[in-house]
């Protein structure tokens, strides 16, 4: 059984989260290092630090570095940082300043 990690609004997150086998979700901030399964980025959270994960969908402002094998970049999404991935997909009316590559 595969479990969801929340991370709600009012959190203030600040380490480091493995959670490699399941999903994460978070509406609040987070500073630090994660790694998991899927990953979805509410569109009023605040990411500061490295994602690592399979899939992950960005809709909140994120700085740092993302890895995913399957990456969506939402409307919502500001991004400022390195983006690798495999395959990915950039809504209409979403920010990205920083590199894109592929995952080597």
Do not use: H, P, Q, W
């Amino acid at each position: 059984m595969s479990e969801t990690t929340y991370i709600s609004e009012e959190l203030i997150m600040e380490g480091t989260l493995d959670s490699s086998g399941s999903a994460v979700v978070i509406a609040g901030r987070f500073k630090g290092e994660l790694r998991a399964k899927d990953v979805l980025l509410e569109s009023n959270s605040i990411f500061d630090g490295n994602l690592i994960a399979d899939k992950v969908t960005l809709g909140g402002l994120v700085k740092g570095e993302v890895a995913a094998n399957t990456l969506n970049v939402s409307s919502s999404a500001r991004v400022e940082g390195n983006l690798k991935t495999n395959s990915l997909s950039i809504d209409l009316g979403a920010e990205v300043a920083g590199n894109i590559s592929r995952i080597s």
